[in-house]
């Protein structure tokens, strides 16, 4: 991946981080949008790997590892970095 594709997919992930974090405020409940972005983000990719597909039948299951472990990838290492740089709670 380039860098140009790498600043804009970081900076689409920031407007969704941007709007959830809003959502967060309103509901007061961080797990109930962290759930709906995960949901979001599966239906969405359902969706991608449907329109990528010829057989999607034939290809869910490679769909599924493709994907999980993109997730598992990009999870680790944002996982990785609040454990470097803890945030801080709401109010500080």
Known sequence: MSDQQETTIYHIADKFIALANEISQQENDVSKVGTALRFA?????????????????AEKENALEWFTAEYKDMLNDNLDDHIENPPK???E
């Open 41 to 57: 983000a599966a239906r969405f990719n359902a969706f991608e790997a449907a329109i990528k597909s010829a057989d999607l039948k």
């Open 89 to 91: 709670p709401a109010g």
